[in-house]
């Protein structure tokens, strides 16, 4: 495709075949610039086409093209009719004579080189059109034999083409020789620049002084071709002060950037990025003036000017021989200051030097300690992974001093390689670091811990293995505290769906047990037998919801101040006549043992039953020991508060691996069937827990099992017992009107008819909304009965709101556990606590105690 970038209908149109878009805009543009309307074609086919198209008055081929070349599309249009006067010129390099019979051979007209010359190709043009008449009038063509390098060729062109194309030629011979001349020219001229450069070059490795170096730096510059004058600035501490000058007149009105000289204006001295900056000036004999920035380093040394009239000064070899100058002459000066001012760099370096030393011993000192207050264990390694130190965080983990382990292999501080670290111990040998391992493993003192580890390679400059840190976290307490929280959350879900469970079967045994004593005041005889044994059936039950709730850590408790001594001696009095002989026991009491707060009866109950367990799993005879020492604050683990701990330790058969995790689950037991119902243990850890305490248990088999039971230690006693119970009001044996909020149909129709048949008036309700109906028709209750497992501590409010309103005398709270009881008797007054499941004579006594 072909475009066309000027249209004037006047000017002459040339059509260029050129396949190069970047010459082809090149041409385009010089022609366009020159007035010619101007056609381009990308290869010979698209020019043959647009030539027989338009009828160009010139085309312009290059002879290299894809597709016919320039050749032949000179050849195709000089024999096609009409086409024979159109002027061909040929774009070629002229590099072989051939070149020349070429063109002729294909009917050129004329011939011009690459590059362009803008002048010689418009000249070019303007020959080919001045003479189109006379080649239109020459039609007659002969045919001429030319032997060239051993062959001839048979040409057949007209005078004038033959004439037009040598002149041509040889015009660009003539233009080819002028250049080479004068490149010849500015090689002798760069040769007496080079000269002179290392004639200055010499004299300054000579220099030891500034001062020297601005003297040969003048005077070899006028030395140079064309150079008129020179003067050179040198700065001087904080200013520039002129050194050195050649030929100039008036030398103490210099300016140092750029010097006014006569009629000379003043020029900027350098760019920002070079060392050089040229201006030329055409008045006068001098015509360039060039302006040197001397740098050393990042500071600026000062500023050589020179003056001319030739090339060398603003040629365009200038830029490359001044920057050759100012290199020269800011090395001399570099050299010249070193060697000056010697003593004084020396007495620098050496000031810093001792503060680098310095530096580096603070922060040598900074990094050992940072490595010594780390609270993580830092090991470093060789490139051998032998011990080369380690921080005292890492003496502690490892309980040994640095000295017994240094230069010894890593593997030295374990009792046997831990298959883990070694893997990625190689791999730091590769240079592959680990984030974090973890390592179960015993140390060389053969104490089971588990660690994190993660290392770092250290790799020189030459990505050679030289050695690593590693960082060791020792986690095995926190894994026991995980585990224990483990443990204790479990436990916790048990205890809360166990607790569920025993207030769900109390309530049923409510109705039971109640039922079955109205049912005994009215049996016969023959009656009795089986409503007494379906009614200790009943009481086992009500017994066995009481282990499940103390499991769950809502059994009643009556905790007081105790001495550990006394429980011990009690104990050992009760476990006397339960031990075989073959059961070796004893008990011992570490001395000044703190005292504890605690229930008495239910500890001597967990210590009696931790005991009978132990002599149980000694068949064979063993030994049995029961202890209690003080644990201190943070033994336990970091935060702890003090406890005081019994210990119940035997040498019986001990308890499996993976039965260890589930002893106090309720009704687990690790006894054979009908030996045990699971709820001893269970109950001991339930009383721990609720008591602040803590139950935990050691155990191997066919060595022995140890149980440590703590229990929060007290240092001062007073008020710490719980205050007795609040007297009896004056009873009546009046009739009461008994409101009772209660949404258990059966427990209802229990209290009517326990109360009804003594003449009390019963209204029941199983919401706020039907009890305060009542309200509003008896506005007076004696005694208000509330099951407080009916929206909670909402109900609690309503208690006392209607208490402290006179709506109520009394108030009956029927609660599921003693914590709730005791939460309750603590914030209301005139009121009485009644725990389910109840008898009908504890109901009776309760309604006693308030009236």
């Known amino acids: 495709m072909n475009k066309q970038l000027h249209i004037d209908p006047g000017a002459p149109r040339i059509l260029i075949a050129e396949d190069s878009p970047t010459q082809a805009a090149q041409i385009i543009q010089l022609l366009t610039r020159r007035g010619y309307t101007v056609q381009a074609a990308r290869n010979g086919e698209e020019a043959y086409d647009l030539a027989l198209l338009q009828r160009p008055d010139i085309i312009i081929s290059d002879i290299v093209m894809p597709g016919i070349d320039g050749y032949e599309l000179c050849r195709r249009l000089k024999s096609t009719p009409g086409h024979e006067d159109t002027p061909v ?31 010689i190709l418009s000249a070019r043009i303007n020959y080919l059109l001045m003479n189109k008449s006379l080649r239109r009038a ?24 033959i004439l037009d194309l040598l002149i041509s030629t040889y015009a660009q011979a003539v233009h080819l ?21 290392y004639e200055m070059s010499n004299g300054l490795n000579r220099c030891r002084t500034p001062a020297e170096v601005a003297a040969i730096a003048v005077s070899r510059c006028i030395g140079m071709p064309g150079v008129r004058s020179a003067w050179l600035y040198l700065r001087h501490e904080d200013r520039l002060e002129l050194t050195a000058e050649r030929h100039v007149a008036r030398s103490s009105q210099i300016d140092p950037y750029a010097p006014d000289h006569g009629d000379h204006p003043s020029i900027a001295p350098a760019d920002a990025d070079g060392h050089v900056v040229l201006r030329a000036n055409g008045g006068g004999g001098i015509r360039h003036h060039a302006s040197l920035k001397l740098q050393v380093g990042s500071q600026i040394m000062g500023y050589l000017n020179i003056v001319g009239t030739e090339p060398t000064v603003g040629g365009e070899v200038a830029p490359q021989t001044l920057g050759a100058i100012a290199s020269q002459l800011s090395i001399a000066l570099e050299r010249a200051i070193l060697h000056t001012g010697l003593e004084a760099e020396v007495q620098r370096r050496t000031h810093l030097l001792t503060q680098e030393i310095e530096e580096r011993r603070q922060a040598t000192e900074t990094i050992s300690a940072i490595f010594n207050a780390s609270p993580v264990a830092l090991v470093s390694l060789d490139s051998q992974l032998n011990v080369a130190g380690w921080n005292r965080t890492a003496t502690e983990v490892f309980r040994t001093p640095p000295e017994t382990v240094t230069g010894q292999c890593w593997s030295s501080l374990f009792v046997s390689e831990p298959a883990a670290l ?27 811990r588990s660690l994190h580890v993660a290392g770092e390679p250290l790799i020189d400059g030459g990505g050679i293995f030289r050695g690593a840190v590693l960082a060791i976290d020792d986690i095995t307490d926190m894994k026991q505290v995980k585990e224990r929280l483990h443990q204790a959350q479990k436990m ?16 049923l045994l409510t109705t039971i047990i109640g039922n079955l004593d109205l049912a005994m005041m009215s049996a016969s005889n023959d009656q009795r037998p089986a409503l007494d044994t379906a009614l200790r059936a009943s009481l086992r039950g009500s017994e066995l919801t009481n282990k499940l709730l103390a499991f769950a850590r809502k059994q009643s408790l009556e905790p007081q101040v105790v001495d550990p001594v006394d429980i011990l001696e009690e104990v050992g009095l009760l476990l006397a006549g339960r031990m075989a002989s073959r059961i070796n026991m004893s008990i011992s009491v570490a001395p000044d043992i703190a005292h504890i707060y605690a229930d008495p009866t239910e500890l001597e109950t967990a210590l009696i039953n931790l005991a009978i367990n132990a002599r149980d799993a000694m068949p064979n005879g063993g030994a049995l020991n029961i202890a209690a020492a003080y644990v201190p604050p943070d033994a336990v683990m970091s935060g702890s508060r003090a406890y005081v701990e019994f210990t119940v330790s035997d040498t019986g058969v001990g308890i499996a691996p993976e039965k260890l995790d589930r002893i106090f689950e309720p009704f687990f037991t690790t006894k054979e069937p009908g030996k045990g119902t699971g709820l001893g243990l269970a109950m001991v850890y339930g009383f721990a827990s609720q008591s602040g305490g803590y139950l935990t248990v050691d155990s191997e088999v066919d060595v022995g099992t140890v149980f440590r039971l703590g229990l929060p230690a007290v240092t001062e006693t007073a008020g710490m017992a719980l205050a007795g119970a609040r007297a009896p009001d004056v009873l009546t044996s009046n009739p009461l009107r ?33 009890m305060r109906t009542h309200l509003d028709t008896a506005p007076q209750i004696d005694l208000l009965m509330v099951d407080i497992e009916i929206e909670g501590l909402a109900n609690l409010a309503l208690v006392r709101t209607m208490m402290a309103t006179g709506a109520c005398r009394r108030a009956l709270i029927l609660a599921k556990s003693r914590p709730e009881a005791e939460i309750i008797a603590g914030s209301l007054d005139s009121c009485a606590i009644l725990i389910k499941p109840f008898r009908v004579q504890e109901l009776n006594d309760a309604i006693a105690t308030l009236f």
């Open 177 to 197: 020789v002028s250049a080479l001349d004068q490149g010849r020219q500015e090689l002798s001229q760069s040769y007496e620049v080079l000269q002179a450069l």
């Open 89 to 119: 010129v040929l774009v070629t390099s002229l590099s072989q004579p051939q070149d020349v019979l070429a063109g002729l051979e294909a009917g050129a007209d004329n011939f011009i080189i690459k590059p362009y010359n803008e002048d």
């Open 492 to 507: 916790e879900a048990v205890g809360n769906l166990t607790g569920g469970i025993a207030h769900d079967f109390n309530n």
């Open 422 to 448: 070694d893997r990625a111990l190689s791999a730091l040998q590769r240079g592959t670091e680990f984030a974090s391992i973890e390592v179960n493993a015993r140390l060389h003192d053969n104490t089971p």
């Open 738 to 770: 008994v409101l009772l909020l209660a949404q258990d149909c059966d427990v209802c129709r229990l209290v009517e008819t326990t109360l009804g048949p003594a003449g009390h008036e019963i209204l029941v309700a199983d919401t706020q909304e039907q």
């Open 138 to 161: 020459e039609r007659a063509s002969e045919q001429l034999e030319v032997e060239f390098g051993g062959e001839r060729h048979q040409i057949t062109a007209r005078k004038q083409q």
